[in-house]
């Protein structure tokens, strides 16, 4: 079998930053008012840094404001959640970004409650989550949304499919799956507890295989359907993803590469999903 077509997300989500940024200098033509993105970041892990920095510099090319609010390794989470709570209730930011990880002394489920549904355009609040579970309006989580719209942009459409995602955490695998069975995939979660045989078992039957577990190279190319379409949101140090590429390319039709895949279509989904809050917090 010939070698898989890469799934572009740099060039996808470039196009999606430029017309977010004719978006953005609309409304702010129309009306005045600049799109506003709140970073909060705890702690200085170097990784977190970079993606945030990222994150600015891409919304500054679009046309969005950065408000960065960095606080201490120490900080609590009531002192975390006050900030949020305080950005949530200032009508000049439209959206606000808490970078995970945090410190494994904040509550980061309490901290990520403290946002604005409406300001959640990370789509890490419960409300976000059923919204989405539901197929409601709402924020999507980033990665989750930007892999889906990555499939739709190569055609490919999950309905009748098999999908396996590998990973559960709440920001990435477990909404993953559900937008997989919103378009109606058959969807099985794996997960760090799975057993390898089982993890095998189930991807060698997967047309769709998402993995988000944070494991270098886990997926083997041994392991895929011929044929089947793979998605590498994994995320190591040294820019390694959870598929081993080389092994997996030879046998899937599409695969993501590391970088350049799921990576740039993340910040995307986050710049489209603030101008998009400031449209709907902007009254005309
Ligand atoms: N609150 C959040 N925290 C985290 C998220 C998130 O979506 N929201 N996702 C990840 C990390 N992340 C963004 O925060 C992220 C990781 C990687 C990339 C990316 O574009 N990577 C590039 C390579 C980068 C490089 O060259 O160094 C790529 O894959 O091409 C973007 C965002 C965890 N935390």
Redesign the pocket.
């Known amino acids: 079998m010939s070698q898989a077509t890469l799934m572009d ?2 060039g996808l989500a470039r196009r999606i930053v430029d017309e977010t940024a004719k978006r953005a200098a609309d409304l702010t033509g129309r009306t005045g008012v600049t799109p506003c993105l709140a970073t909060v970041l705890v702690g200085e892990d170097p ?2 840094v ?3 920095r ?2 600015q510099n891409r919304s500054r090319k679009a046309g969005i404001a950065s408000r960065h609010v960095p606080l201490p390794a120490t900080t609590t989470t009531a002192e975390l959640i006050t900030t949020l709570t305080e950005l949530s209730a200032d009508p000049a930011v439209h959206g606000i ?5 945090m410190g494994h002394h904040i509550d980061e489920r309490a901290a990520f409650e403290a946002i604005a549904p409406e300001k959640d355009v ?1 789509g ?1 609040t419960l409300a976000s989550f059923s919204a989405m579970s539901f197929g409601l309006p709402g924020f999507s ?3 989750p949304g930007g892999i889906i719209r990555l499939l739709d942009e190569y055609d490919v459409d999950p309905a009748g499919k098999r999908a396996v995602v590998v990973g559960r955490s709440a ?2 695998g477990k909404p993953v799956g559900l937008l997989l069975l919103g378009r109606d995939a058959t969807v099985t979660y794996c997960h760090s507890r799975t057993p390898a045989a089982d993890l095998s078992s189930v991807v060698r039957e997967a047309d769709i295989v998402v993995a988000a577990v944070g494991r270098p190279r886990l997926i083997r190319g041994e392991d895929i359907k011929p044929g089947a379409v793979v998605v590498d949101a994994g ?1 190591n140090a040294g ?1 390694v993803g959870d598929v081993d590429f080389d092994s997996a390319r030879e046998r899937a039709s599409l695969i993501t590469p ?7 279509m ?2 995307a989904t ?1 710049l489209s999903q603030t101008v998009e809050a400031a449209v709907r917090q902007t009254v005309a």
């Open positions: 997300g740099t990784a977190s970079t993606y945030v990222m994150k970004l808490l970078q995970h990880p990370d890490v989580s980033c990665t920001i990435l995320y820019n590391v970088p350049g895949g799921v990576g740039p993340t910040i986050l």
